[in-house]
């Protein structure tokens, strides 16, 4: 049985291609850490600690946790910190530190017996492979903009869009309005207001919701 050899913690900062704007603002840089776990068999497991305040504490938070629990991590079998991690429900660590740690015990216990990391979480489910589309997201600030970035990435093939709201109701109506004859009628659109609109705002743009099948 496999343990682990030892932790190193790797941090990253990515220019993004195109600013990502929400109702919380805007920024063209993510930064985070990755944690790699080496194994006794020389397998690496990797966990992406990517945190995005104000959803979650600051990256120099998560980093001080991140680090004391990485010290701890030699000599675990990971497939038994992995189920202990996942069983508990508070394991004192920020939410994007605790993710980072899953990941790369949970990559590590499921590399040893060769079997995906879906059947170690569920090895009675009867559940085969699932196909699942993954989401393009939609997040410029100017309308036509965001259109663009629509369109381009239904001509990429994507079939499903996430759309960033909450970034001023008129700009979020008119959106709506054209988003639906850009992408036509068999794309899946998907909203996220990140909590900007209120009771009232959200029951106003409900029939711009409607109108573009969301």
């Known amino acids: 049985m496999s343990r682990v050899a030892s932790a190193r913690l790797v941090p990253y900062r990515l220019r993004l291609r195109a600013a990502h704007?929400?109702?919380?603002?805007?920024?063209?840089?993510?930064?985070?850490v990755l944690l790699q776990l080496t194994d006794t068999g020389g397998r690496v497991g990797l966990g992406d600690c990517a945190p995005l305040p104000p959803f979650t504490p600051p990256l120099d938070a998560c980093c001080r946790a991140l680090a004391a629990e990485a010290g701890r991590l030699p000599g675990t079998d990971p497939a038994a910190g992995f189920c202990e991690l996942m069983a508990a429900p508070d394991a004192g660590l920020p939410a994007p530190a605790r993710a980072a740690v899953e990941m790369a015990l949970g990559w590590l216990a499921a590399q040893e017996?060769?079997?995906p990391l879906g059947r170690l979480l569920a090895p009675d489910s009867q559940v085969g492979p699932v196909r699942l589309a993954v989401n393009a997201l939609v997040d410029a600030a100017d309308v036509a903009?965001?259109?663009?970035q629509a369109g381009r990435f239904a001509a990429e093939g994507y079939t499903v869009f996430k759309v960033k709201v909450g970034l001023g109701a008129d700009r979020d109506a008119a959106?709506?309005?054209e988003l639906r004859?850009?992408?036509g009628p068999g794309?899946?659109?998907r909203v996220d207001?990140?909590?900007a609109w209120s009771p009232a705002e959200f029951a106003a743009m409900a029939p711009h919701l409607h109108a573009a099948g969301v």
Do not use: H, K, T, Y
């Open 187 to 189: 794309a899946v659109v």
């Open 145 to 148: 903009a965001a259109l663009a």
């Open 181 to 183: 004859d850009r992408l």
């Open 175 to 177: 959106l709506l309005r």
């Open 21 to 32: 704007s929400d109702a919380r603002g805007s920024f063209a840089v993510r930064e985070g």
């Open 193 to 195: 207001a990140n909590g």
């Open 113 to 115: 017996p060769g079997i």
